[in-house]
């Protein structure tokens, strides 16, 4: 475990700079809170490498200064990270999975190949699988993903069994 790193306190530093959103507020060490110079500069470098906040000073550090000033604000994805909600971010990075043609195809046809139907009916099946167009493959390839899903009992509880 890491010292120095203390979540409350970084937690602390994003809801104060939250609070005056687009506006940097100023943070420093020393002086009377006694807040200690290395543990204010290591938490508020770990908040801008994250990107969680950026600092309109350089950041530089000196053991030797008995206070050092930060002029911070936060970030869309520090306000983000506050909300524990993924925020627009969630929204903005949706991830689309994509399979080539020829991947589905080959996929399709393995499972048509270890179905128990006579040779005959796969292989007709095959050749039909072979001879869809790409809006074809895509309604065949739905159509599977809801057979499919239609046939596990338990979806939900199917799908949190995955990590």
């Known amino acids: 475990m890491i010292e120095w790193m203390d979540r409350d306190y970084q937690r602390k530093l994003l809801t104060e700079m939250a609070a005056a959103y687009t506006n940097s507020i ?21 908040l801008i490498d994250s990107g969680l906040c950026t600092s309109a000073n350089d950041g530089g550090f000196n053991i030797s200064n008995r206070k050092h000033f930060y002029d911070l604000k936060i970030t869309t994805r520090g306000l983000d990270f506050l909300q524990d909600d993924g925020g627009l971010s969630a929204i903005q990075n949706v ?23 006579p040779e005959e009916k796969k292989a007709e099946a095959k050749k039909r699988l072979l001879g869809l167009k790409e809006e074809g ?26 990590n």
């Open 95 to 117: 991830v689309t999975v994509r399979f080539e043609a020829d991947t589905l195809r080959a996929l399709i046809a393995a499972k048509i190949d270890a179905s128990s139907e």
């Open 137 to 162: 493959l895509k309604a065949a390839v739905g159509k599977v993903v809801e057979l499919g899903l239609g046939n596990i009992p338990a979806v939900a509880s199917w799908f949190l069994s995955f």
């Open 26 to 46: 100023k943070f420093s060490s020393g002086g009377e809170d006694g807040l200690d110079t290395l543990f204010l500069h290591r938490n508020v470098s770990y």
